[in-house]
Structure formats: C-alpha cells, structure tokens
C-alpha cells in the first residue's frame, strides 16, 4: 500500500493556480499534502482514486492543490548550479550536445586563475570533455567558441525552460495546469 501511495504526489500550485515551479516541478508528496489539507493551508483542486484511512477518518488523496496565500516569486533568480543549467536548457554551450543535469558540469568563461568570478555572466553549462579540453584557458584560447553569451535569466525564462523539460509521470488531472509545448484539443 504505501508503495502505491508513493506514487501520488500533488501538483502544488500558487493561490493564482500556476505551478509554483515547472522545473522541477512542484510536487509534494502525499503525507506533506494530507497535513497541509488537515491545517487547511491549501485547497483541493482534483483528487486521486486513492484514499488513505484513519480509524476514524478517510479521505481521497488530493493531486492537485493550491496553496491559500499567494507566494510572490523572487525578484531573481538564485544562482545556482542547477539554474546555470537551466538557463543554458541542458546544453553544453561549447559542443551544443543536450545531457542530463547529473551529466553536466559548469565552466568558467574566464578561468578563475585569470580572475574569472562565478556569477551569471562567467558560468556556462559544459560538458566533462568539453570542460576537460578547455581546462584553464579562455574559449578563444581553446578556440571553443560558446553558443550563447552567459547572462542572468529571469524567472519567466527559467519557468519557460522547465516547460521543455517535462517529467517522467505526469497525472491527467495536472494537464489543465500545466503548458508543455503540446498541440491543444480543437
């Protein structure tokens, strides 16, 4: 049983009904999502043929909730490795070749013994032998000309590179919330 209750996390959105994240996508799983129906943070949207029961007690597990208090989102993005990858769509931006965020690495631009820094502008998405073959040199020096210039995305652009991204199991009631790139019944 708790093996298919695994397998229901919700889909979480923001009080204005947009996933507070697409990439990841913003799921919790099922015990966060009963103890945030129980204290009444969060409304139901749609619901699973699932139940859970208590002895006095049962209730079908919700896969769609919307928290009851709007979370603004960040003004910007935090910098991380993850949204470095992100914004560079899972691209090594040296050979071009799409990968897995665990198969990345990041790359300075100008290496840190030229006085490169690690910020937006310095950090691209690279992959282990395109970043082993430009090692401490700059691309020209390399010459591995970079795809793109590196610059700090917004959140937009981040939550629209998600939606390129969409995840293994995807419920049908989370297709009214969620836009990936698909065609729309006529």
């Known amino acids: 049983m708790t093996a298919l209750l695994e397998r229901c996390p919700a889909l979480v959105l923001n009080a204005d009904f947009r996933p507070l994240s697409y990439y990841p996508l913003s799921l919790w799983p099922w015990q966060e999502t009963v103890k ?68 990345l690495t990041f790359d300075h631009v100008v290496p840190r013994t030229y006085g ?41 652009e981040l939550q629209e590179n998600g939606r390129s991204f969409p995840p293994n199991f995807l419920h049908e009631s989370w297709n009214d919330f969620l836009y990936w790139d698909a065609e729309l019944d006529s």
Not at 40 to 61: C, G, K, W
Not at 121 to 150: F, I, Y
Request: aromatic fraction near 10%; charge should be positive; glycine fraction near 4%.
């Open 36 to 103: 945030a129906v129980l204290s009444d943070r969060v409304n139901i949207v749609a619901e699973y043929d699932n139940q859970v029961h208590s002895p006095s007690f049962t209730m079908a597990l919700p896969s769609v909730i919307s928290l009851k208090e709007y979370i603004k989102p960040a003004e910007r993005p935090a910098f991380t490795r993850f949204n470095v990858f992100l914004r560079d769509k899972l691209t090594c931006q040296y050979c071009g070749d799409p990968f897995f965020a665990q198969d």
């Open 116 to 156: 490169g820094r690690t910020t937006w502008e310095n950090v691209v998405a690279s992959c282990s032998p395109c970043n082993l073959h430009k090692g401490g040199r700059t691309p020209k020096e390399a010459n591995m000309p970079l795809l793109r210039t590196p610059r700090q995305p917004t959140n937009w």
